[in-house]
């Protein structure tokens, strides 16, 4: 079984920086994209930032700036750096990752961290 155990959410003031991480676990064969989902109450499930095996990024616009993606390819591990936090950017935050077990990859989903931004 292949399970995405996020860390890293909590509350912070605006301006304020949080590193979240999420890493993948149990038997695969290969990871290909990973990245960051947030959603906010009300609103839809929305990408914030994904990146590729070979490191390519697509981050959001309303984060672009803020917040950086990477990954640790040998650890299965994706982080998200968010910088000056704006209360707006306050969700659930979900990490994806396109998995393969054998041949072809299907998408798998972390349990989700909330972020509040607040003062």
């Known amino acids: 079984q292949v399970q995405l155990v996020e860390s890293g959410g909590g509350v912070v003031q605006p301006g304020g920086s949080l590193r979240l991480s999420c890493a993948a676990s149990?038997?695969?064969?290969?990871?290909?994209?990973m990245g960051w989902y947030r959603q906010a109450p009300g609103n839809q499930r929305e990408l914030v930032a994904s990146?590729?095996?070979?490191?390519?990024?697509n981050i959001a616009d309303s984060v672009k700036g803020r917040f950086t993606i990477s990954r640790d390819n040998a650890k299965g591990t994706v982080y998200l750096q968010m910088n000056s936090l704006k209360p707006e950017d306050t969700a659930v935050y979900y990490c994806?990752?396109?998995?393969?077990?054998?041949?072809?990859?299907?998408?798998?989903w972390g349990q989700g961290t909330q972020v509040t931004v607040s003062s």
């Open positions: 994806k990752a396109d998995i393969a077990m054998q041949n072809i990859p299907r998408p798998y």
């Open positions: 990146i590729t095996s070979s490191g390519s990024t």
């Open positions: 149990g038997s695969f064969l290969r990871i290909y994209t």
